[in-house]
C-alpha cells in the first residue's frame, strides 16, 4: 500500500473477522440493525457498563453530544488546544464558542485542573479532555471539577479506548464520551464512533437524534408491527451500518492483546529514548493507570530542528506525524485578541510521533529507534 519501511500505522484484518463481514452482505440486510444492537452491547460490556450508541464516526460522536446536551449559541466550552480539530468545530458548528486551555507540563501532555479553572465562565456548560496518546491525564478530577460546578465533563476518548484512569476506564469517567473507529484507532472500522452516556435518558435521546429523530427505525418496521413512525424532533443521520458493526464486534475480541502488544514497543521505545541525548519519552505508564497506548509522541530537544529531523526519518523510511498542530494557533480557530498558551505551544513545536501499531515486527521498532539516533546526530 504504501513504500514506507515503518507506517505510522498500520491495519491487519483476519481471514475470519474479513468472513464475519462478508456473511453480512450475504445476509441482506445492510443498515443498522440487530448487529449495531449487538455491537453496542459488546461494547458496553468491554466498558464494564454505560450506554453505548453506535454512529458513523467519531466527528459524529461528538457532534451528537452537543445535539444530545442542548449546546447552543452562547455557550461556550472549555477544551485542550492541543487536540485533534473535531472536537472544536464541532462546538463551533453546535453555534457555541471553544475556549482553549494549556497543558499542564510537557511530560503531563493534558489540561489540569488549573488550566482549565481558569478558563471557566458562567457560561461554560461542558469541559472536554482528551486522554492523549491514551493517557487518562486529569480525567478524574476534572470529573469532580465538573460536577462542583453544574456542569458536564465530555471525553474525547478517541486514543482511549482500553485506558484505565483513577477514577475508572476512560469512557466511562466523563458524563459523556465520543470514541472513534478511524483507520488510525486502536479498533477500526474504516470509519466509525461510539458515544457513550451515563444517563440513560441523554443515550435515548442520542437514539433519536442519530436517526432523524424517528420514533422507529427501518428495521424496527422490516421485523415488528410497528408500520408507522413520526418525526419527534430534527435529527441527523449519524448510524453506522451493518457490515462495520459485524467486524466491531469481531474486533472487540482482541482489543486487549492489541493493546497489550502496544504497550510492549512502548515500552521498548521508552528504554531506547532513556539512553539517547536529545530526545524524551513523554509518557510513561503511572501507578494505578493503564495506558491504551493509541500513539507514541516524543518530545525533541528545542536546539533540534524538527523538520530536519522528519526529514532523515522519511529518507530512512519511517513514517512520522506531529500531534497536533496548536488549534489556538490555527486559522479556523484562533481568538482575537490571541491567547497565549505557553507550555501547549511549546510541546507542539518539539513533539513528534513514531510509528505504533500491534503487529510491528521486533526489526521495524529496532528500524524506528536506530534510524531516530543516527538522525540525531547527523
Ligand atoms: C480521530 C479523532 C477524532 C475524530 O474521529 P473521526 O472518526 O475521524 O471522525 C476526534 N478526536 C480525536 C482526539 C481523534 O484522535
Redesign the pocket.
Known sequence: MSDWVVPLSDVRLSASEIEAVMRVYQSGWLSQGPRVAAFEAAFADWLGGGEATAVC????A?SLIWAVIGLRQGDEVVLPSL??A??AATVVQAGARPVFADIDALERPWVSMATVRDRLSERTRAIVT?PYAGAAGAATELRQLADDHGILLVE?A??ALGARGAGGVCGRIGHLA?F???AN?NLTLG???MVMCEDAGLAARARLLRSHGMSSGTWQRHTGPVGDYEVLEPGFNYRLDEPRAALGTALLARLAADNERRAQIAGRYHAALEAMNGVDAVLGERAGEKHAWHIYPLLLDPRLDRAAVRGRLHRAGVQTSIHYPPLHMSRAFADSPPVCLAVTEDYCSRTLTIPLFPHMTDAQCELVIHSIKTSLLS
Open positions: 464516526s467519531g466527528t459524529a461528538l487536540t485533534f473535531a472536537a482528551l474525547d478517541a486514543h465520543a472513534s473507529f478511524f484507532k470509519e466509525g464512533g
